[in-house]
């Protein structure tokens, strides 16, 4: 319930109060969704929901808003945070959290995705390093059936494995 509310429900209702602000001036909403709602793998198969949630509130609300309005969907592949390690083993305290963290892009970078989505004249859907635009496949019959085939059977797996690297994670703080 608490990853659905801030994940998503949050996320609707700012943009349901923001919205009725813009009046005739216009002006953009960015969310942040996942490459996860294109891709949902283990063990972040709810995370992947909310996100896709996301995603397709972005896409839907450009064809409602009124001209001038732009919505935006930023969706970040790994970004080197102490997320995954906080997600997998708890809470580590502040400290040894900001030692901890995963491999994959800077904040910085999907920092300035933003600035370009706020720059841009028509509302986007963009991936965050670009080259993760190819998770978009995932969404397609013939490659999500791909994907069933291969992910679903490895799926244990992949849980220890993430495990195993939270914990590498941790041990290196």
Known sequence: ESLVAVNFTAVAELTRLVLPQFGVR?????????????????????????????????VGLRREVPRGVRVHA????????????????????????????SAGASPERVARAVERCLTARTSRTVAVPRWWEIARLGAFAPVSRVLDVVVAPASTGIVRLARRYGERLGSSS
């Not at 709602?37 to 949630?53: C, D, F, H």
């Not at 102490?82 to 997600?87: G, P, S």
């Not at 580590?92 to 901890?100: C, I, L, V, Y």
């Open 26 to 58: 216009g002006g953009h909403v960015v969310m942040m969704s996942s490459i996860g709602a294109w891709v949902p793998v283990p063990p972040l198969s709810l995370y992947s929901a909310t996100k896709a949630g996301v995603l397709n509130l972005a």
């Open 74 to 101: 930023v969706c970040p592949g790994p970004i080197r945070t102490e997320w995954l390690t906080r997600d997998l083993d708890g809470r580590p305290s502040e400290r040894a959290a900001r030692h901890r963290l």
